[in-house]
């Protein structure tokens, strides 16, 4: 499977790291890392995190990781990356 992020995750994920690189550069790189590191977990058991109760889509799922929600869509052949928020709801 292949994943794909899209311009939206692109965008808020980089908003998030600017805020954590104010108090440390190196936080915000390992944060990154990290993430990445869960997200490419998603190949083998692409279900195995919560459906997203908003969309109630059986394909569209939620990945908790540091208290920040990770949406994404599971299609035939790729996993695409939708948003990544905390507190504020999500913009579909």
């Known amino acids: ?10 965008a808020s994920l980089g ?9 440390s550069k190196a936080r915000a790189n ?3 890392k990290k993430l990445k590191a869960h997200i490419k977990s998603l190949k083998f058991m ?7 109760a ?6 569209v799922r939620d990945l908790v990781f540091k208290g920040y929600v990770i949406t994404y ?11 990544i ?6 913009q579909f």
């Open 73 to 83: 869509r599971i299609n035939e052949k790729s996993i695409e990356v939708l948003l």
């Open 46 to 52: 692409p279900y195995r995190c919560r459906k997203n």
């Open 54 to 59: 908003i969309l109630g889509d059986e394909n």
């Open 30 to 32: 390992e944060f990154a």
């Open 15 to 23: 908003r998030i790291l600017d805020f954590i690189s104010l108090d």
């Open 1 to 10: 499977m292949v994943i794909i992020y899209s311009p939206k995750f692109t």
């Open 85 to 90: 928020y905390k507190e504020n709801l999500p």
